[in-house]
């Protein structure tokens, strides 16, 4: 019998290989728990970036008020990028590709070196050590 190489053909090939190479429910569950902890960081990131332009402003009429620093703004918009950095690299594992895995961990680390608390370090260790237990069905 002749096998039938059809568009179609390999197309449903394809899904069946990867529904083979399904994602693990631990991994999937990791990657829900980032998506919500990122989201709602890049969304709060995001609007007190936003905030803080008006609040600076608002602050800058009152004459008892120290100035307020560039650096506080530098800082909201890095928190902007690696909470995003952080969802993409969480994103890119949900899709079972290797790469997600070392741009969630940069991220992870740079906010670590950025924002320092006993708390966020060992939240972070954990996610990386189970993240880091399911390289195995990265690729």
Same mark, same amino acid.
Request: glycine share 24%; charged share 20%; no cysteine.
């Given at each position: 019998m002749e096998e039938n190489n059809t568009p179609v053909t390999e197309q449903l090939k394809e899904e069946v290989?990867?529904?083979?190479r399904k994602r693990p429910t631990f991994l999937a569950v990791l990657c829900i728990l980032? %998506?919500? &902890?990122? /989201? *709602? /960081? $890049? *969304?709060f990131s995001l609007l007190a970036l936003v905030a803080f332009g008006a609040i600076q402003g608002m602050l800058e009429t009152l004459p008892i008020t120290p100035? $307020? &620093?560039g650096s506080s703004m530098l800082l909201m918009a890095i928190s902007v990028i690696l909470s995003a950095g952080s969802l993409f690299g969480a994103i890119l594992m949900w899709q079972l590709k290797k790469v /997600? %895995? %070392?741009?969630y961990v940069a991220a992870q680390v740079i906010m670590l070196i950025v924002g320092f608390t006993v708390f966020s370090l060992i939240i972070t260790a954990l996610f990386v050590i189970l993240y880091a237990l399911n390289l195995k069905h990265l690729k």
């Open positions: 290989k990867e529904e083979v980032t %998506f919500i &902890g990122s /989201g *709602l /960081g $890049l *969304l100035e $307020l &620093g /997600g %895995f %070392f741009l």
